[in-house]
T-cell receptor
Framework: DQQVKQNSPSLSVQEGRISILNCDYTNSMFDYFLWYKKYPAEGPTFLISISSIKDKNEDGRFTVFLNKSAKHLSLHIVPSQPGDSAVYFCAASREPQDAGNNRKLIWGLGTSLAVNP | DAGVTQSPTHLIKTRGQQVTLRCSPKSGHDTVSWYQQALGQGPQFIFQYYEEEERQRGNFPDRFSGHQFPNYSSELNVNALLLGDSALYLC????????????????FGEGSRLTVL
């Protein structure tokens, strides 16, 4: 059962335009969401996050929007640059059921973004 | 400040063999998590170590085991390797208190690419 879904395996946009990557989740206990970027043969690199108490978080060219009622979040990249071409993962976490534990991430399958010059 | 370091970066094993992967967390981090990323998939949580104990475990068989040392570094061991164990194994470390604060990020290493023939 995929609790975090990224339904678009790939996305292609022109340089300078907006890239919108979408993510849906099913578990209403998730309260913290992160976006990671991954190049081939490298580990994931953190991009931006959002807590469930917010509906928007912005960091430079990257903005994440959260719609809790729809269990949907999206990552906007404006303007898109060729260096943004990578696989983008949406990940979610919840408060650990055991207070002695640390959070773990539940990941989507990723969306491969290609930004064309 | 060194980030998360993993070794080896690549290795090839045959079915039935055993493998040990190593991870050193980012300075100041005391919790290490291991994830498996198969080709075309998102990372899957294997287990998490804190205070030298396994704290949480994902849906992985007992062939997967681990250890955390007093210096917070960690090992992932996989016994009786199967073809399906071929994947990128990612180590992630998290800052102290990440389990109590809805913020921060998991820091990932470059991963160890395991190929089972």
């Amino acid at each position: 059962d995929q609790q975090v879904k990224q339904n678009s395996p790939s996305l292609s946009v022109q340089e300078g335009r907006i890239s919108i990557l979408n993510c849906d989740y099913t578990n209403s206990m998730f309260d913290y969401f992160l976006w990671y970027k991954k190049y081939p043969a490298e580990g994931p690199t953190f991009l931006i996050s959002i807590s469930s108490i917010k509906d928007k978080n912005e960091d430079g060219r990257f903005t994440v929007f959260l719609n809790k009622s729809a269990k949907h979040l999206s990552l906007h990249i404006v303007p898109s640059q060729p260096g943004d071409s990578a696989v983008y993962f949406c990940a979610a976490s919840r408060e650990p059921q055991d207070a002695g534990n640390n959070r773990k991430l539940i990941w989507g399958l990723g969306t491969s973004l290609a930004v064309n010059p | 400040d060194a980030g998360v370091t993993q070794s080896p970066t690549h290795l090839i094993k045959t079915r039935g063999q055993q493998v040990t992967l190593r991870c050193s967390p980012k300075s100041g981090h005391d919790t290490v998590s291991w994830y498996q990323q198969a080709l075309g998939q998102g990372p899957q949580f294997i287990f998490q170590y804190y205070e030298e104990e396994e704290r949480q475990r994902g849906n992985f068989p007992d062939r997967f085991s681990g250890h955390q040392f007093p210096n917070y570094s960690s090992e992932l061991n996989v016994n009786a390797l199967l073809l399906g164990d071929s994947a990128l194994y990612l180590c992630a470390s998290s800052p102290v208190g990440w389990n109590r604060v809805a913020g921060g990020e998991l820091f990932f290493g470059e991963g160890s690419r395991l190929t089972v023939l």
